[in-house]
């Protein structure tokens, strides 16, 4: 059973357009994370949001946590070349205190 | 500032030769530490983590083996590697509250 589902699996589109990739749950989460990773790299962490309801702004990244902490979403505005990668969200459930549930992740191709 | 390193960045093996990754952290005392397995550029499979020195907790039965010989250092082995040990093995540490976690540059395996 996959815990943190992501859709679209894989999105091109044309640099300079806007775009939205959702992260979604049926389990509560206490703290959730997006992560970009590029070919032959580590994945880079982007931004924890821990409150229900909450927007967090990097840049043309806007994320926001749900309001039951269930789900989660990135809009990217004005896609560039360099945002190409995966893109991965991972949430920390409420008792688990080391582990980390990671989604299968978006791969996003802007193409220029 | 924390850095973590992994080597080797590539590595080529046959198939029954043993494995040996290793990952050390630097600037942080007493992390949490993580070795997982991505394959196609795809989610994240968690295979160990430890909390501790000689603390060791298995995600997934395999062929692979973890030790932490020393706090900033975790290590990967095999006795034997099958084809399907293949993949971009990544190490990941975490102090942070929230569960942030933050990863090496990864090592290529092939196993041919």
């Known amino acids: 059973t996959q815990l943190l589902e992501q859709s679209p699996q894989f999105l091109s589109i044309q640099e300079g357009e806007n775009l939205t990739v959702y992260c979604n749950s049926s389990?509560?989460?206490?703290?959730l994370q997006w992560y970009r990773q590029e070919p032959g790299e580590g994945p880079v962490l982007l931004v924890t949001?821990?409150?229900?309801?909450e927007v967090k702004k990097l840049k043309r990244l806007t994320f926001q946590f749900g309001d039951a902490r269930k789900d989660s979403s990135l809009h990217i505005t004005a896609a560039q070349p360099g945002d190409t990668g995966l893109y991965l969200c991972?949430?920390?459930?409420?008792?688990?205190?080391?582990?980390?549930?990671f989604g299968k992740g978006t791969l996003l191709t802007v193409n220029p | 500032s924390q850095t973590i390193h992994q080597w080797p960045a590539t590595l080529v093996q046959p198939v029954g030769s043993p494995l040996s990754l290793e990952c050390t952290v630097e600037?942080?005392?007493?992390?949490?530490l993580y070795w997982y397995r991505q394959a196609a550029g795809r989610g994240l499979q968690l295979l160990f983590y430890?909390?501790?020195?000689?603390?060791i907790s298995s995600e997934v039965p395999q062929n692979l083996s973890a030790s932490r010989p020393q706090d900033r250092q975790f290590i990967l082995s095999s006795k034997k590697l099958l084809l399907s040990d293949s993949g971009f093995y990544l190490c990941?540490?975490?102090?942070?509250?929230?569960?942030?976690?933050?990863f090496g540059p990864g090592t290529r395996l092939t196993v041919l």
């Open positions: 430890s909390v501790g020195i000689g603390q």
């Open positions: 389990s509560v989460f206490s703290s």
């Open positions: 600037g942080t005392s007493n992390p949490n």
């Open positions: 991972a949430g920390k459930r409420r008792g688990s205190n080391y582990k980390l549930t």
């Open positions: 990941a540490w975490s102090v942070e509250e929230h569960g942030e976690q933050f």
């Open positions: 949001v821990v409150t229900g309801g």
